[in-house]
């Protein structure tokens, strides 16, 4: 068990957008009966094939460390934050499609995360605007995941998927909408709302999810 | 034509402040959400520009600007406004919200929200049995008996901040209550967090490995039911072991969360630290000082109204004066100067304490509130503000010279003061005492 890899992502977003469901959800193959706060950070464990069915298979320990907490905390909760982004592999950012200052704050989340974050309040001085620049040097895999789909009103979800197309263009990130769930026995399979208009979406099968 | 002159101008004022409100709204409180119900964010700039139009006729009183028949009919009409807003519109809506967020009885929300509201209001009346309020001469509906039942939990809500104020004051100013922290303590705490979190990882991926192997052999673990199901997991050796380590991670969990937060605590002490070796934390240290004399000072007044039975009959401005040109010899013209020292003590007064209010309710609202609870949160804060604004105003009589003081007796009719302000004595006393016997025992 030593000799398996270990794979650390970190989950992050503002509070309430579902991250604990989420690692739960990916982690046990159960949806979370009781979310709560998390205070700190919680971690959980998924076991996973990398390259299944090839001569390459390898088993991963995929940590997850759902970190809680909001991006406008007290410098003192960042500072203490910080200690769990170190030596990252991989950042799930997570947002409500319900809420849109949960999707502008990803940019801060992601700033704090990469340790550009030079302002102890978190006031990013570009005003909100997004630079790429901070994201050129970095090698750190984003992942976008919008969150709670099922509650918005139909009318609404054309504007939503578009803004979030915008959104996973401008972190140069893959990008999957949750909205339902089938627990099937080799795994978790979703269901992708196919729209036309929009390119073609892939159908992820997560046993298959690997990280470039 | 003075009239409609002096109801344009308070009309226009009313809607500067209720502009300031909204822009308090958007920027403090509600920066990190996002607004659904636009209803909370009007009624909060409502009830915040009603507080200010009280304060703003106070001030007018005192420096006699428009008329009078003017003033006493605004003041009039905008004690009816805020008490209908306190007592009929935003219990309603907090209510209504708080019905909304359960999930049980969505359907009829305005009924249950309608329910909720006459409890209140059942409470609110009770709320007067045992004070000195009821006089026969006023009907159940009139302004005197409102007036009262708000100003006795406005009272004890000014009374429990004043305190809580008085106690928070010397412990966040002043450095002396300040544990040294060094950089090595904050280490060593967070190596201990990361190496707790090493722990959960390994025993997390200990279990998550047994079940695999458990699931690919074909075993479901959480499936045993029944008779057999119980022999079975008895006898199983894997998902015993599984349940101790289970355990075991609950554990190392509680404890994760608990180093979490005394490494935050130890930050922010290291930050005030800093801070404090700065010029403006030296400049609140000092400040700090001349609070916890005042504090001191307050209690002992306190102590001696109850104990002495005694409630203060003139108002520092008149005192003062009289001081001066008694025992100092000191000669001016009593009268203007005493409009102008009120107007300023009366002005720094209602800044100070919008100010201290508004800065309380924001670190609060941050501390409590999440996306789900916000709207309710508001509203009980945009209550809390509305009652504490209108028993200061009544409080503030004791604090204007007796030319003054008419139009809020006249306006708020027979209320009896002096029971207020020994309320407001009581109260303050016994929480400042409780709060610091509780802080002394965390510090030492």
């Given at each position: 068990m030593a000799s398996l890899d270990r794979v650390k992502v970190l989950v992050l977003g503002d509070s309430g957008v579902g991250k604990s469901s989420l690692v739960h959800l990916l982690c046990q193959n159960q949806v979370l009966g009781n979310p709560s706060w998390t205070v700190g950070c919680s971690v959980d464990v998924r076991v996973h094939d990398y390259k299944e069915g090839t001569p390459d298979e390898k088993t991963y320990y995929t940590e997850l460390w759902d970190v809680g907490g909001s991006v406008g905390s007290a410098s003192s909760v960042?500072?203490?934050?910080?200690?769990?982004?170190?030596?990252?592999?991989?950042?799930?950012?997570?947002?409500?499609?319900?809420?849109?200052?949960s999707s502008q704050n990803l940019y801060r989340w992601s700033l704090e995360a990469l340790n550009k974050d030079s302002s102890p309040t978190g006031v990013i001085v570009s005003n909100g605007d997004y630079d790429r620049e901070q994201f050129a040097e970095s090698t750190v895999p984003l992942l976008l995941i919008g969150t709670k789909f099922d509650q918005i009103p139909e009318n609404k979800r054309n504007d939503v998927l578009t803004r979030n197309t915008f959104l996973s263009e401008d972190f140069n990130a893959e990008e999957i909408n949750l909205v339902g769930w089938v627990i099937s026995e080799r795994g978790i399979r979703m269901h992708n709302y196919s729209l036309t208009g929009f390119t073609d979406r892939k159908r992820f099968n997560f046993k298959n999810l690997h990280y470039d | 034509m003075s009239f409609f002159l002096d109801s344009v101008i308070m009309f226009t004022s009313q809607v500067l402040f209720f502009g300031c409100g909204w822009l308090f709204f958007v920027r403090q409180l509600f920066k990190d959400y996002e607004v659904r119900q636009y209803v909370v964010q009007v009624v909060f700039s409502v009830t915040f520009a009603l507080c200010c139009t009280m304060f703003e006729l106070i001030i007018f009183e005192i420096l006699g600007a428009l008329s009078s028949t003017s003033r006493y009919f605004h003041w009039k009409l905008n004690l009816y406004v805020i008490l209908l807003v306190l007592i009929f519109v935003v219990p309603f809506y907090i209510g209504y919200f708080v019905v909304s967020n359960i999930r049980l009885l969505q359907r009829q929300r305005l009924l249950f929200a309608c329910v909720v509201w006459f409890t209140f209001m059942y409470?609110?009346?009770?709320?007067?049995?045992p004070f000195p309020i009821l006089s026969p001469k006023h009907g159940i509906l009139s302004i005197e008996q409102l007036i009262s039942r708000v100003g006795v939990i406005g009272v004890t809500l000014?009374?429990?901040?004043?305190?809580?104020g008085a106690v928070n004051c010397p412990y966040t100013y002043m450095s002396y209550f300040l544990r040294n922290v060094t950089d090595s303590d904050i280490l060593a705490l967070e190596r201990r967090l990361l190496q707790t979190?090493?722990?959960?990882?390994?025993?997390?991926?200990?279990?998550?490995?047994?079940?695999?192997?458990?699931?690919q052999r074909g075993e479901d673990q959480n499936k045993q039911t029944g008779f057999w199901g119980m022999i079975k997991s008895v006898t199983s050796a894997p998902s015993s072991n599984l349940s101790l380590i289970q355990q075991e991670v609950d554990a190392l969990e509680e404890l994760s969360r608990q180093l979490f937060l005394e490494t935050v605590d130890l930050q922010a002490t290291k930050e005030r630290i800093e801070y404090s070796k700065t010029f403006q934390g030296k400049y609140f240290n000092f400040l700090g000082y001349f609070f916890s004399i005042y504090c001191v000072w307050k209690i002992f007044m306190a102590t001696i109204n109850i104990?002495?039975?005694?409630?203060?009959k003139t108002d520092p401005v008149t005192r003062g004066i009289e001081i001066t040109v008694n025992y100092l010899g000191i000669q001016f013209d009593v009268k203007f100067w005493s409009q102008h020292i009120s107007f300023i003590l009366v002005g720094i007064i209602i800044v100070t304490s919008i100010r201290g209010l508004l800065i309380t309710l924001t670190k609060f609202f941050y501390a409590i509130s999440s996306s789900k609870s916000s709207n309710v949160i508001v509203l009980v804060l945009a209550q809390i503000m509305g009652m504490y604004f209108v028993s200061s105003v009544l409080l503030m009589r004791m604090s204007m010279p007796l030319e003054y003081r008419t139009i809020v007796t006249e306006v708020l009719g027979e209320l009896q003061f002096n029971f207020y302000h020994r309320w407001f004595d009581v109260i303050f006393l016994h929480f400042h005492n409780t709060m610091h016997c509780l802080s002394l025992s965390s510090t030492f």
């Open positions: 960042k500072s203490t934050r910080a200690v769990f982004y170190n030596s990252v592999n991989g950042i799930i950012l997570v947002h409500d499609l319900t809420n849109k200052k | 409470f609110f009346w009770k709320l007067g049995d000014m009374a429990l901040l004043s305190g809580f979190m090493d722990m959960i990882v390994s025993k997390k991926k200990r279990i998550a490995m047994t079940r695999r192997q458990m699931y104990v002495f039975d005694r409630v203060g």
